[in-house]
């Protein structure tokens, strides 16, 4: 690219051509190419509404429609120019137009700004990211639901302190995750409508002299609604925040969860088994087998998180209307949705491929003393005061740490050295099942309440 070139676009006011090193600083198109799609998207609807409102004719609409076409086929094609002198990909493509269709390509900007341009891309494209990070949620979502049918009975021990507290299905479990998900899908379609927002027409800053119908390039890019102030249209980058905020809440969720099968594919645990496809060996040590795809994602939190710094600290303090400071917002957005849906993706395939071995989590929730709050409760039914009850269970307990033995083992005569108002109708709760069985609520661990929460879970994933 020679200065001369380079100096086309802009360059009207120079008498001396930018530092070669301020060039490479100052670009962005290293990065901003991958938004090549929206941008001729933008350009398209752009040039289609000029020529409706008089301002192009019909001829040069036509014709930067196809010089556009063109380049969008040279771009995938990887014959395209890229060029650092050109700064971004907005420049790069407007001025391979001219190249292509001559004076006619120079039209296309009437009326615009590259302010209004990117903002437009940038939404353009998180809204396509957001429509399939969706997609991965939902599927996701539907394997979480899938496993929980399938594990709906399956006694566990569930957790407090990572103390055995009490015994719960694994299925529950499972839809402890799913609501977490649920949420972040909730969050996800709620930023998708304030990214949904048309700001091309805000122009530079201020709008433009040329009789635009912003309503008409809103209709043609599925906008659901134009920025309503030509100043914040070209500043905005709230809907970025947003979405690095639900990200990093997301991967988080799914750093809770990779810490689980991290710690239940251990030896010690040995709760579930990961197939080989998502673990990894070692080079020294033979026998073994790490979980490095939930320990991955545990480790992307944290750049998720870094992002929605970036942005935060990006935008504070930002006076109106565009500054350059913005085009450092791209980066970290890109990152945060490709971090995102690659966890995503990562976990969707995982997920239906958890192996539970049901008995080490039976016998693991058995010898934990997972019972107790249910002979407590049983006491309070026979008329005992609850802390009476809790004071007589935890000698109880206290017994059977000492002998090596679960409540359920213990005798009837044995159990009755803390309470006489124990009868032998004891057995029932102090059983894995009675005690899961029992609690039968809505949010309840008890099987039943697990497959109906999973078809309420189906009725909202396929909303
Ligand atoms: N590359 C710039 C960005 O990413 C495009 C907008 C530049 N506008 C300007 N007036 N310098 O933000």
């Not at 998708?192 to 530079?204: D, I, W």
């Not at 917002?329 to 071995?357: H, Q, S, W, Y």
Request: hydrophobic share 40%; with cysteine; glycine share 6%.
């Amino acid at each position: 690219m020679s200065d001369q070139q380079q100096n086309q676009l802009w360059g009207g006011r120079f008498s001396e051509s930018t530092d070669a090193f301020v060039q490479e600083f100052t670009a962005s198109v290293a990065f901003d190419r991958r938004m090549y799609r929206q941008d001729i998207q933008g350009s398209m609807a752009h040039a289609t509404m000029l020529a409706e409102a008089g301002v192009l004719t019909d001829d040069e609409r036509d014709a930067i429609h196809q010089g556009l076409k063109e380049i969008r086929a040279e771009i995938e094609a990887g014959d395209f120019q890229w060029s650092v002198a050109l700064e971004d990909v907005h420049m790069n493509i407007e001025a391979r137009l001219t190249d292509k269709i001559g004076i006619t390509g120079k039209k296309l900007h009437t009326g615009r700004s590259r302010n209004d341009q990117v903002a437009t891309d940038i939404r353009l494209w998180l809204r396509d990211e957001i429509d399939l990070i969706d997609g991965e949620l939902a599927r996701l979502m539907t394997g979480l639901l899938d496993q929980a049918e399938r594990e709906a009975a399956t006694i566990m021990p569930g957790f407090t302190h990572l103390q055995t507290a009490q015994p719960v299905t694994f299925g529950h479990h499972l839809l402890a995750w799913f609501e977490m998900l649920k949420r972040d899908r909730e969050r996800l379609l709620d930023c998708r409508k304030r990214v949904n927002r048309l700001p091309l027409g805000a122009a530079a800053l201020a709008g433009t002299t040329y009789p635009i119908q912003r309503e008409r390039t809103r209709e043609l890019l599925g906008f659901d609604a134009v920025c309503e102030n030509s100043l914040d249209a070209v500043s905005d980058r709230d809907f970025a925040i947003e979405f690095c905020a639900l990200a990093a809440l997301c991967v988080t969720h799914l750093s809770r969860i990779s810490e689980e099968l991290v710690l239940w594919t251990s030896a010690q645990f040995n709760f579930i088994d990961l197939p080989d496809r998502f673990c990894t060996g070692s080079s020294i040590m033979p026998q073994k087998k790490n979980p490095d795809v939930p320990e991955l994602v545990r480790g992307k939190t944290g750049r998720v998180n870094g992002h929605l710094i970036s942005l935060l600290t990006l935008m504070k303090s930002q006076p109106l209307a565009y500054n350059k400071d913005n085009q450092e917002d791209k980066e970290p957005l890109f990152d945060a949705v490709d971090t995102l849906a690659g966890c995503l993706r990562a976990f969707a395939d995982m997920i239906p491929a958890i192996e539970p071995n049901r008995e080490v989590m039976r016998e693991a929730a058995r010898r934990g003393f997972a019972t107790a709050t249910d002979l407590a409760d049983y006491l309070v039914r026979k008329g005992v005061a609850f802390r009476d009850a809790h004071e007589i269970v935890g000698k109880a307990v206290a017994h059977g740490v000492d002998k090596k033995k679960d409540l359920s083992e213990m005798s009837l005569s044995e159990l009755r050295q803390f309470s006489d108002q124990i009868d032998d109708d004891v057995f029932e709760v102090l059983t894995l099942e009675g005690s899961v069985s029992a609690r039968n609520h809505v949010g309840g661990t008890a099987p039943d309440q697990v497959r109906a929460a999973v078809a309420r879970g189906r009725e909202v994933v396929n909303a």
